[in-house]
């Protein structure tokens, strides 16, 4: 670690210390994460630790604000046909990538281009790439450059959701130059307001500021901070403890080993802390839920039975779960995927906890108290232990045999995303403020690897009603649609959802304009950290 210190020099502080020793000559902020980043190429920001930090480093055409509206980025502002079918961006002129000899010779902190627009899209599309985030352009027939400032993109079908789709980190821009290197996404290169300064894997990755950076805070040029340093301890007990100390300035979500230190029983900061941190408690656009494979490669063949899928989401208590387990962050889900603060979310349209029932759709479905149905096995990453144990306990007690497998996260995203795994816990985080984008994980089209339909969930009533619902583009009358599709979800019992979670944030009191949004997006452009001023 002292070796480490030095290489980076100021950058990176050492574990060890608190906030009295920080080092004041340089704002760098500094956060944990845990699950580490295994791509820095935005074509895999599947998850949020990948998207955060692409966040840092690239800019797509346009970005969401803290209220999720559609705003300019690289793209100053656009034009969009009567019929929906056709969108023109315009570029801004004084959007620079970070500074490279080696990618751009002479020219080192080259312009962006409708070029590299054209070029990131298309890469996005290509099924060469195999981005998981494919799927946003999979309504686009065209991508071409119009002008030397304007970027045309062709519709098949109608899609208003379209602009919403484009602030997602899938599509970053990136300089066309990038396709000639192999080992590019080593030391990526992107326009965002931090460039990429060193990595080292599992241990540490520090980005500078981007000196060029072209979005302002009134007058003065973004961002405030120095730098960002993420370190990739995997125990969320230890890094919590770092965090303490001072030698992490921020603090995302609660786990269990240390939810009961921090928040009283009613999710409240507890006195002790309120002179050290500030904590910040918002809706978040996050489902967490369980999700059943649907197709023939279910393992279980009880599975496969619609009555043993809705005993199994009516065999728990998830308002004891989240008293419990979570200290009432969240909302217990009783609804359906949709999560709470997104039109076409039905409060009480879900599942309560009714055991008897449960009893009787297993007797209906002709497995009296569990008789008969194979080891369910419920997959789950260390930081969702607690729930899952507390579902095999429910599910145990009306007969069902069940085992839960602790599986990495990295080894657990994987096997999600290629449907191979018979129960899974998952969490879908909005990517845009319109409930398609949950919807879209029950779409046949989108069946993974290609799309996010991990389930492998099939229906062609729900497919004539998504296919549907693109071609309208008031929300209003698109509500209706998405509520009946919700419905065909959920009486399918395709999931099981969990709890509707909510945004927390600590930070240390000296943190300043990190603020929040219900997608928990980390935007850093705009933070300062008070004592290094």
């Known amino acids: 670690m002292r070796l480490f210190v030095v290489i980076i020099s100021v950058f990176v502080l050492s574990s060890c210390g608190s906030v009295a020793k920080r080092d004041n000559s340089k704002a760098i902020f500094k956060y944990n ?61 004084d959007v620079r990538f970070h500074l490279s000899d080696k990618i751009f010779g002479t020219n080192k902190n ?29 309504s686009t027939n065209s991508i071409s450059v119009l002008n030397d400032s304007t970027v045309r993109i062709g519709l098949s079908a109608p899609n208003p959701a379209f602009l919403g789709l484009l602030s997602m980190q899938y599509c970053s821009v990136l300089p066309v130059e990038s396709d000639t290197l192999s080992n590019f996404f080593d030391a990526p290169i992107g326009t965002g307001p931090f460039h990429f300064q060193y990595h080292k894997n599992n241990v540490k990755l520090v980005l500078r500021k981007n000196e060029n950076y072209f979005e302002l805070d009134g007058e003065i040029q973004l961002p405030y901070l120095d730098a960002v340093a993420i370190s ?28 009961d230190e921090l928040l009283d029983a009613n999710g409240a900061l507890h006195p002790k802390y309120f002179d050290q941190l500030n904590y910040s408690k ?16 279910q393992e279980n063949e009880a599975l496969r039975d619609v009555r043993v899928r809705q005993a199994l989401n009516l065999a728990f208590d998830r308002d004891l779960m989240m008293q419990y387990l979570r200290n009432n962050i969240g909302t217990p889900a009783h609804s359906g995927f949709i999560p709470k603060g997104l ?19 297993l007797l209906e479905a002709g497995y009296p108290n569990a008789q008969g149905i194979p080891v369910i096995h419920l997959n789950t990453t260390s930081s969702y232990v607690d729930l899952c144990e507390y579902i095999q306990h429910a599910w145990e007690a009306l007969g069902f045999k ?18 191979q795994l018979s129960i899974f816990r998952g969490s879908w985080i909005a990517d845009y403020a319109d409930a398609e984008n949950y919807l879209a994980l029950f779409y046949s089209g989108n069946h993974s690897p290609k799309g996010p339909n991990y389930t492998h969930f099939s229906n062609s009533e729900f497919d004539d009603l998504y296919e549907k619902s693109l071609r309208i583009p008031e929300l209003a009358n ?56």
Request: charged share 25%.
């Open 343 to 361: 039109p076409g979310y039905q409060p009480g349209h879900g599942y309560e906890y009714d055991p008897e029932l449960a009893k009787k759709r």
């Open 232 to 259: 990739f301890i995997p125990d969320k007990q230890t890094a919590f403890l770092e965090f303490i100390k001072g030698n992490f300035d921020f603090l995302s979500g609660i786990d269990a080993s240390y939810k």
């Open 478 to 533: 698109r509500i209706p649609l998405y509520e009946k599709m919700d419905s065909i979800v959920i009486n399918q019992a395709a999931i099981i959802p969990l709890y509707y979670d909510n945004v927390i944030r600590f930070t240390h009191k000296d943190v300043k304009g990190l603020g929040s949004n219900p997608m928990n997006l980390l935007d850093l452009k705009r933070v300062r950290l008070m004592t290094k001023l």
């Open 110 to 138: 080259r312009r962006v281009e409708v070029g590299d627009v054209v070029y990131s899209l298309k890469r996005l599309k290509d099924e060469n790439t195999a981005s998981p985030g494919a799927w946003i352009l999979s």
């Open 402 to 419: 069940v085992e839960v497998t602790v599986n990495p996260p990295s080894t657990h995203r994987q096997q999600v995303s290629k449907s």
């Open 282 to 297: 918002q809706d978040y656009l996050n489902t967490e839920y369980l999700g059943i494979l649907m197709d023939d490669n």
């Open 33 to 93: 994460e845990s699950a580490g980043i295994h791509s820095f190429d935005p074509a895999f920001a599947k998850d949020q630790a990948r998207i955060w930090f692409c966040n840092q480093i690239y800019n797509s055409l346009v970005q969401l604000d803290s209220n999720l509206q559609v705003q300019p980025s690289i793209a100053k502002r656009w034009e969009i046909s009567e019929n929906g079918l056709q969108y023109d961006f315009i570029l801004r002129n």
